[in-house]
Structure formats: structure tokens, C-alpha cells
T-cell receptor
Framework: NAGVTQTPKFRILKIGQSMTLQCTQD?????MYWYRQDPGMGLKLIYY???????DKGEVPNGYNVSRSTTEDFPLRLELAAPSQTSVYFC??????????????FGSGTRLTVV | QKEVEQDPGPLSVPEGAIVSLNCTYS??????FMWYRQYSRKGPELLMY????GNKEDGRFTAQVDKSSKYISLFIRDSQPSDSATYLC??????????FGAGTRLFVKA
């Protein structure tokens, strides 16, 4: 079982560049999430999706976009990268949505540096 | 004031010790409480998931929720070097948005 797979694992971007962080899950989970993790801070929700074609903003959505065309895939798009977007990004999924989803399954993360 | 407060540590204990990890919170609407373990350069993995107040035990791990004090705990018995990781508490009111603590770093010395 692959679970939640994220690519790439590492990336260095220059200011103003764009990129897409890929996330795919093979557990047939309807609910998917993107979080960022900064030192000394808790995980912050960027966007989430309750199913194919349905997405909604989380706590820190500015500078990011998402799409959900299939149950399996939930890519995160960064447009015009800024140093403030330097972080570790985690994709997660869950079988149920509300109440913490019964617990999330996380990917191994993408470590992004914007210079 | 953060919604969820967690001492960042590090907490260093000898092998075999009982470990107590804690979080406090300010939002009385939280009903679902979770503990995740995160190894270095890995994603968090779910350890415990509880609803409302009370205790839940799973092997060497016990999660405790005291809603009256807005305080949750994770106890690890007979700690092992493999328990060395960052432990994140997380809470949810029943909606789609889960709030995470910043994590406590734990080192278990052999």
C-alpha cells in the first residue's frame, strides 16, 4: 500500500517562479488536505477537498491554488513564489471528513525553499 | 493566544521511563482530540484518536482528555529509543478544520 505519495521531496525555487506540488492517494479517500509546517508552528491548513470537483480554503490559502479532478489526485499550485512560502508541505487524506476525519494519513512531505 | 499550546521541549528521558506529553487549549468547542508522532523528515502518523473526555489506551500509549481543564495528555509507558520523535497534539470541533499544536520533541536515551 502506497498510502499518500508526494512529489517532489525537495525543491528550490527562485522568487517569482511557479510550481505544482503533486499528491496522490490510493486509499479511495474522499477527503484530502494540504498543510504547511514551519519551525515552531503547528501545521497550518492551506486548502482542503471533500471530493472530486469540490475544494475550499483553509487558514492560509493566499498564494496557493488547488484542483481536484479525480478522487486520487490533489495538486497544490504555487504562483509567483515568495520567500514566505519556504516551508515543508504535507498532503493528507481521510476516509471521513468531519471531526478530524478519524485521523489523517499524511504523505512524507515536500521541502520547498524559495530564494 | 494560540488556540492550542504545546511545550516544544526537548524532553529527554532514560529508556524505560514513563513519558507525559501535554497540550492546553482555549476553544471549549473542541470535541475530537488526536496525537500524532512525527519522525525527523517524515510525515505525521496517527497514534491516538479520541472523542470527548476520558481515557483511551493502546499498548504502551494512553491518551487522556480533561475538557473541564481544557487539557490533554499522552502517556508513554516503558519508553524506548524508537519513541524518539516529535509528538503533535491536534483538535477539532466537529468540522473539517483540525488545529495542530507545534509539537514536543522527545528523546529517549538508551
Amino acid at each position: 500500500n502506497a498510502g499518500v505519495t508526494q512529489t517532489p521531496k525537495f525543491r528550490i525555487l527562485k522568487i517569482g517562479q511557479s510550481m505544482t506540488l503533486q499528491c496522490t492517494q490510493d486509499m479511495n479517500h474522499n477527503y484530502m488536505y494540504w498543510y504547511r509546517q514551519d519551525p515552531g508552528m503547528g501545521l497550518k491548513l492551506i486548502y482542503y477537498s471533500v471530493g472530486a470537483g469540490i475544494t475550499d480554503k483553509g487558514e492560509v490559502p493566499n498564494g496557493y491554488n488547488v484542483s481536484r479532478s479525480t478522487t486520487e489526485d490533489f495538486p497544490l499550485r504555487l504562483e509567483l513564489a515568495a520567500p514566505s512560502q519556504t516551508s515543508v508541505y504535507f498532503c493528507a487524506s481521510s476516509y471521513t471528513g468531519q471531526g478530524g476525519g478519524g485521523g489523517y494519513t499524511f504523505g512524507s512531505g515536500t521541502r520547498l525553499t524559495v530564494v | 493566544q494560540k488556540e492550542v499550546e504545546q511545550d516544544p521541549g526537548p524532553l529527554s528521558v532514560p529508556e524505560g521511563a514513563i513519558v507525559s506529553l501535554n497540550c492546553t487549549y482555549s476553544n471549549s468547542a473542541f470535541q475530537y482530540f488526536m496525537w500524532y508522532r512525527q519522525y525527523s523528515r517524515k510525515g505525521p502518523e496517527l497514534l491516538m484518536y479520541t472523542y470527548s473526555s476520558g481515557n483511551k489506551e493502546d499498548g504502551r500509549f494512553t491518551a487522556q482528555v480533561d475538557k473541564s481543564s481544557k487539557y490533554i495528555s499522552l502517556f508513554i509507558r516503558d519508553s524506548q529509543p524508537s519513541d524518539s520523535a516529535t509528538y503533535l497534539c491536534a483538535m477539532n470541533t466537529g468540522g473539517f478544520k483540525t488545529i495542530f499544536g507545534a509539537g514536543t520533541r522527545l528523546f529517549v536515551k538508551a
